[in-house]
């Protein structure tokens, strides 16, 4: 059961660097069934050594009922966690090879930047880079070394810093009345914990106080 405890935090820590949409992954029906079972056996063993009146038996019984509903509740709640492509594989034949000075890498560098700046996909929360590839009109492999080579890192990093650049400029926008959290779902991150941890690994500070100092920028700025 530690060892679970374990394994899933480490998990979260991965993916949290990688994903946007990573509390919807986070597993917590694992957390609430291991420590539900340690508080069980923790019931057991003082009824069987203590002997105290008010821990018997249909205390242990009531707080299996209440791990099986928890449990239950929470992993109906839980969205399939699939598992991530290599991130890198050869391709099929040397023709597909994306060299270093593929002849291609120009334009589907504009066609990423088209799609990132003119329809805005970084919103799309469950963006995949299959899906990115689809609607650039190349082959996903060539994508994926255009963003390792000409943007420096890899599919999920390219996605948060549009989605943070997004967020950083409605957040620095004195007219923009809307929440931190709105401003996060709206740029496609599906928790404010996970903006938040992105934005302040880009930026190196976190989304209220950027807000709050181009706040008080603009107010010492003078009117004309």
């Known amino acids: 059961m530690i060892a679970a405890l374990v394994r899933v935090r480490r998990y979260r820590r991965g993916l949290l660097q990688r994903r946007s949409d990573a509390d919807s992954m986070s597993l917590h029906w694992i957390d609430a069934m291991a420590l539900s079972q340690i508080v069980i056996w ?77 329809e805005q996909l970084y919103r799309e929360p469950a963006l995949t880079i299959g899906q990115l590839a689809r609607r650039s009109g190349y082959p996903e492999y060539l ?51 996970t903006f938040n941890a992105a934005f302040k690994r880009q930026l190196g500070d976190t989304p209220s106080a950027y807000r709050q100092r181009h706040a008080r920028a603009a107010a010492t700025v003078p009117a004309s």
């Open 143 to 193: 994508v994926s070394a255009v963003i390792n080579r000409r943007f420096e890192g890899n599919f999920w990093d390219y996605i948060n810093r549009q989605r943070i650049e997004a967020a950083r400029a409605c957040l620095a926008d004195g007219n923009d009345a809307r929440t931190i959290l709105d401003i996060a779902y709206a740029c496609g991150f599906t928790s404010k914990s």
């Open 42 to 118: 923790c019931i057991a063993v003082l009824q069987w050594l203590a002997r105290i009146p008010w821990i018997d038996y249909p205390l242990i019984y009531g707080a299996v009922a209440v791990w099986v509903f928890v449990v239950g509740y929470l992993s109906l709640h839980q969205v399939a966690v699939v598992a991530e492509a290599p991130r890198e594989e050869a391709p099929a034949s040397i023709d597909d090879a994306p060299a270093a000075d593929d002849a291609r890498f120009p334009a589907v560098e504009a066609r990423l930047s088209q799609l990132m700046a003119q």
